[in-house]
């Protein structure tokens, strides 16, 4: 049973945004590391983003650097992921994912980032298609 569960996604064209949702009623996320992450169809799982536990440190992809922004609300106990100037080659299935990582077990964000395995808590995903 997941403990996240994520919205937000859609239909758009390209050059369009979408706003995605990653939420939970079981933690407070705020003490928590998130992850974006994606998969497209005959395409392994990618790293999108991460957001850290301690200091809110962030990592992007290169291929989303620059168009995607992660962010905390903890009002709202979530953790957004703003997706602008959306292309075709983000179509994918894209899944959030926590954990309680304390950062300084990794160098930097983006190892923790590229540590899926350490990730326990996944959504189901939302679908993300842009397309003209």
């Known amino acids: 049973q997941s403990q996240v569960a994520e919205s937000g996604g859609g239909l758009v064209q390209p050059g369009e945004s979408l706003r995605l949702s990653c939420k939970t009623s079981e933690f407070e996320l705020k003490y928590y590391a998130v992850g974006w992450f994606r998969k497209a169809p005959g395409k392994e799982r990618e790293v999108v983003s991460c957001?850290?536990?301690?200091?809110?440190?962030?990592y992007y992809a290169d291929s989303v650097k620059g168009r995607f922004t992660i962010s905390r609300d903890n009002a709202k106990n979530t953790v957004d992921l703003q997706m602008n100037s959306l292309k075709p080659e983000d179509t994918a299935v894209y899944y959030c994912?926590?954990?309680?990582?304390?950062?300084?077990?990794?160098?930097?964000?983006?190892?923790?980032?590229?540590?899926?395995?350490?990730?326990?808590?996944w959504g189901q995903g939302t679908q993300v298609t842009v397309s003209s």
């Open positions: 957001i850290g536990s301690q200091d809110s440190s962030t």
């Open positions: 994912a926590a954990d309680f990582l304390p950062q300084q077990r990794y160098s930097s964000v983006e190892v923790m980032c590229r540590t899926i395995s350490d990730f326990n808590s």
